[in-house]
């Protein structure tokens, strides 16, 4: 799979850093870079890429206004947001547009390569801080969801694999056989349309399944 990747990162270290990194791999072309956040718009309007990787956080460049403007002029790419931002209400205002994947500029190299990866193809991938303020902010605050036909079972497996359990894991403390909870596993992936090990967390946290303690 080719992916048209544009660039938006006003830092120059970042921006020389993650462009370096996304030439490595050979299935991603970058198609452009933007300047200022005015161009945003102007270069999703001209290359219609397949992802655009932004930062918001940076004074004077490109806005949360700028992301949900390039978002409406180009529908089908995916935006992934590399920041450093720590204020938890604006990355709630910028996960509220929409975006696929949002990750900070602490992720290590492989997290960045599996964000690209994912968010290039639609699906949701959130680093764990990101997870950890969504968590905050859901629990406790919006009802529990009926779980979209799954058995009873399949939503205490869908629990513990949001809380970090492996196959073998649960198997152990359910007293199943690892066959078994494959066998859940893959039905659930299938009755959720799960694309990501992020979305188990995710589905768990709409259908409040996940607590903070």
Same mark, same amino acid.
């Not at 978002?71 to 089908?76: D, I, L």
């Given at each position: 799979m080719k992916i048209d990747a544009l660039l938006a990162d006003k830092q120059p270290l970042t921006a020389a850093g993650l462009e370096s990194f996304l030439l490595d791999k050979q299935e991603i072309k970058i198609v452009g870079k933007v =300047?200022?956040?005015e161009q945003l718009? #102007?270069?999703m309007e001209k290359t219609h890429?397949?992802?655009? #990787?932004?930062?918001? %956080?940076i004074p004077g460049?490109? &806005?949360l206004d700028d992301i949900? %403007? =390039?978002? $409406?002029?180009? $529908?089908? &790419?995916?935006?992934? #947001?590399?920041? =450093?931002?720590n204020n938890? =209400? &604006?990355?709630?205002?910028a996960l509220q547009l929409g975006v696929k994947g949002y990750?900070?500029?602490?992720?290590s190299l492989q997290e960045v390569g599996m964000a690209v990866q994912s968010t290039a193809k639609g699906e949701k991938f959130f680093c764990h801080k990101i997870l950890d303020i969504i968590m905050e902010k859901r629990f406790g605050v919006e009802p529990e969801m009926e779980t979209s036909g799954l058995t009873t079972r399949e939503t205490e497996i869908l629990k513990l694999i949001a809380h970090g359990h492996s196959s073998l894991a649960i198997a152990e403390k359910l007293f199943l056989s690892p066959h078994?909870?494959? &066998?859940?596993?893959? $039905?659930?992936i299938r009755k959720l349309n799960i694309k990501s090990p992020t979305e188990f967390v995710i589905y768990a946290m709409d259908f409040g399944l996940l607590k903070i303690k």
């Open positions: =300047a200022h956040g718009v #102007i270069m890429p397949d992802l655009l #990787i932004v930062d918001y %956080n460049y490109v &806005t949900r %403007n =390039a978002m $409406s002029v180009s $529908s089908r &790419t995916n935006v992934l #947001i590399l920041s =450093a931002d938890k =209400a &604006t990355i709630l205002d990750i900070t500029k602490d992720c078994t909870v494959q &066998t859940h596993r893959k $039905s659930i």
